[in-house]
């Protein structure tokens, strides 16, 4: 399985970035769609995850800021998982990495390269 990160950038507080993983591959058995973080100096920080059936949850630190969501099949794009950043926070500055795996129960699975978020104050 491949995935491919994007949308990082540079942006102000209280601005915003929408965030893009695409997966391909052998991805038949995928049922759960994970976006961590990881700052330097800091361990690495489950952000937002969405189960096969659309189920979502997300960290408190950025409840109510960030929205995970999944592409359709009807525009092509159900490998494709999303999460809307808002109001976007100095300490929400990290590499952004997506993982997809056959369970959120289950650790491991497969990893992207991750994109780069940097918020300036």
């Known amino acids: 399985v491949q995935l491919q990160a994007s949308g990082g950038g540079l942006v102000q507080a209280g601005g915003s970035l929408r965030l893009s993983c695409v997966y391909s591959?052998?991805?038949?058995?995928?049922?759960?769609m994970v976006w961590y973080r990881q700052a330097p100096g800091k361990e690495r920080e489950l952000v937002a995850r969405i189960i096969d059936n659309g189920a979502t949850d997300y960290s408190d630190s950025v409840k109510g800021r960030f929205t995970m969501s999944r592409g359709n099949a009807r525009n092509n794009t159900r490998n494709t998982v999303y999460m809307q950043m808002n109001n976007l926070k100095p300490e929400d500055t990290a590499v952004y990495l997506c993982?997809?795996?056959?369970?959120?129960?289950?650790?491991?699975?497969?990893w992207g390269q991750g994109t780069q978020v940097t918020v300036s104050s």
């Open positions: 591959g052998t991805i038949f058995s995928i049922r759960c």
């Open positions: 993982n997809v795996r056959r369970s959120c129960l289950a650790p491991g699975g497969y």
